[in-house]
């Protein structure tokens, strides 16, 4: 096996784990996006009924996992394109039963008067109201689901300062190496190594 940092070796290539790159895993990502951790999101779990669940699914390194967790994001993106402040998606977990789906949705920051507890309610309607396929047989391009719950989450880390979330994130054989950097949309957490960051230099990919 000669992946490093936690790859996992394929047959023809390293599975990276997230914030690794490289051809063996040897580097650690040149930029973390840390902006959907400081929130607003909506926490929801969808019952995905025409995808067979396999143990695999289980593990979010595994090829089974990625595959399944993309296809999901792209049917998701396009149901809530329209509601206001959408960023996208991150898939927590997966289980049995077809496949059940824990998943959070990503928000821009809402005006004062707005409710979160509101913008929840609303993520679900819209998902139970999407158009399902006319076939939902387990080969159909399409998957059919069913929305079961939301729950909203503020931001839960406000508690760290960036740097302390910076190296929360980062692969562990790295973490020295990151320091926070906002912008006006977010936070990133990147190294000296992060090309237009203030600072910066050639590292030679090293």
Known sequence: ?????????????????????GPRCEFGATTINLTAELGPFVTMMARVTNRDFS???????????????????????????????????????????SVVVNYRVQLRPLPGNASLERRALELLAVANAASQPHSCSPS??????????????????????????????????????????????????VTNCTLNVPGSFDCHRG
């Open 55 to 97: 143990e695999d699914m289980g593990d979010a390194s595994s090829p089974g996992h990625r595959r399944f967790a993309a296809e999901f994001s792209r049917t998701m993106d396009g149901i809530y394109r329209n509601v206001s402040g959408y960023r996208g998606i991150d898939v927590l977990s997966l289980s049995r039963g």
């Open 140 to 189: 159909a391009d399409q998957l059919c689901f069913t929305a079961t719950s939301a729950r909203a989450a503020r931001a839960t880390t406000l508690a760290l300062n960036a740097t302390e979330l910076c190296r929360r994130h980062a692969p562990a054989n790295f973490s020295q190496f990151y320091f926070p950097y906002r912008t006006a949309n977010g936070l990133l957490c």
């Open 1 to 21: 096996d000669p992946c490093l940092n936690g790859g996992r070796w394929t047959g023809t290539a390293c599975l990276c784990p997230p914030n690794m790159d």
